[in-house]
T-cell receptor
Framework: GQQLNQSPQSMFIQEGEDVSMNCTSS?????WLWYKQDPGEGPVLLIA?????ELTSNGRLTAQFGITRKDSFLNISASIPSDVGIYFC???????????FGTGTRLKVLA | DAMVIQNPRYQVTQFGKPVTLSCSQT?????MYWYQQKSSQAPKLLFH???????NEADTPDNFQSRRPNTSFCFLDIRSPGLGDAAMYLC???????????FGPGTRLTVL
């Protein structure tokens, strides 16, 4: 089935550093979503992207929908301890209601 | 606040004993989803409903069934849970094509 490759798998960074992660696929997507998941909780939506090339910010977070529609990236600027968690991308293909999730990036922030 | 609610948050069942997980939403969304998430893995789509239309994923075991009696409620039935079914089960909703997914807090299922 479809699969989204997300990298890096995990990151250890110092507080205040910027973070970048990305998702790639062999399929074209019409919508990209980025989520953060804390332990024992459901994923929480961070950013939604709907058009190729779209660049959207939400506070310290910025995400872009790749021009080829097969990739997306998420940047976090000036990381803080509460950014710790697992970040997932999710993509939706045209004409379906299904979202496929990436493999996740586990972020740890060292104070 | 509009939300997706899952009950219970934690469920313990015995091997082979049927169990039902429930989800309700106040968002009035027309699509409801069930995802299975095992430790440190990506959520895996089991099935989804568009209104009353049921859409099963090809690799979802027959052991998993779902019901959506009305717009607000959706149930996940596991007929004979095995040890491998222990996981977090996430319910989500969306509205229309390209609608974003809103997740509930999940139900952590333990199988003894």
């Amino acid at each position: 089935g479809q699969q989204l490759n997300q990298s890096p798998q995990s990151m250890f960074i110092q507080e205040g550093e910027d973070v970048s992660m990305n998702c790639t696929s062999s399929s074209i997507f019409n919508t990209w979503l980025w989520y953060k998941q804390d332990p024992g909780e459901g994923p929480v939506l961070l950013i939604a992207l709907y058009k190729a090339g779209e660049l959207t910010s939400n506070g310290r977070l910025t995400a872009q929908f790749g021009i080829t529609r097969k990739d997306s990236f998420l940047n976090i600027s000036a990381s803080i301890p509460s950014d710790v968690g697992i970040y997932f991308c999710a993509g939706q293909t045209s004409g379906t209601y299904k979202y496929i999730f990436g493999t996740g990036t586990r972020l740890k922030v060292l104070a | 606040d509009a939300m997706v609610i899952q009950n219970p948050r934690y469920q313990v069942t015995q091997f082979g004993k049927p169990v039902t997980l429930s989800c309700s939403q106040t968002l009035n969304h027309n699509v409801m989803y069930w995802y299975q998430q095992k430790s440190s893995q990506a959520p895996k789509l089991l099935f989804h409903y568009y209104d009353k239309d049921f859409n099963n994923e090809a690799d979802t075991p027959d052991n998993f069934q779902s019901r959506r009696p009305n717009t607000s409620f959706c149930f996940l039935d596991i007929r004979s849970p095995g040890l491998g079914d222990a996981a977090m089960y996430l319910c989500a909703t969306s509205q229309g094509l390209a609608g974003v997914l809103f997740f509930g807090p999940g139900t952590r299922l333990t199988v003894l």
